[in-house]
C-alpha cells in the first residue's frame, strides 16, 4: 500500500489514498463542494465538465474541478475561498438561466435546484433561450 498524499484543504492537513480526488477527500472531511456530474450508481462518473466543484489551488493561475482532480503532497486548496464560491455560484447562474423556471420545472426537487439553494442562487442575470 502506497503511503497518503497529505496536503492542505482549507488550512487544514488532509490526507488523500492514491487514486483518490480532491473531492472525495473533502466529502470525507465533511467539506460540501457542490457536484452535479458524480452519483454512486450506474451512468454517473465524474469528468468534470459540469463545472460544479471548482476550487483554486495555490500557485495555479485558473480553478480546478475537484471530482477529477487529484491532490498532490503539499498541494494547497481552497475549496472555500471567494473565488472557488463566486465561481460555482457564476456556473449555477447559467445552468439556471437554461432552465424553464421552478415552478414548470419536471423536478423542482432536483440536485440542480437543491445545489442552488445551497449557494443563494435564485435565479440567472442571463436571458433565457
Known sequence: ???PIRFSLDGNEAEAQAGET???VAQRHGIEIPHLCWLPKPGYRADGNCRACMVEI???RVLAASCIRRPTPGMKVHAASERAKASRQLVFE???GDQPERAAAHDPESRLWQWAD???VDGSRFPRR
Open 118 to 120: 445551497t449557494l443563494d
Open 58 to 60: 495555490d500557485g495555479e
Open 1 to 3: 500500500m502506497s503511503e
Open 94 to 96: 447559467l445552468l439556471i
Open 22 to 24: 480532491i473531492w472525495q
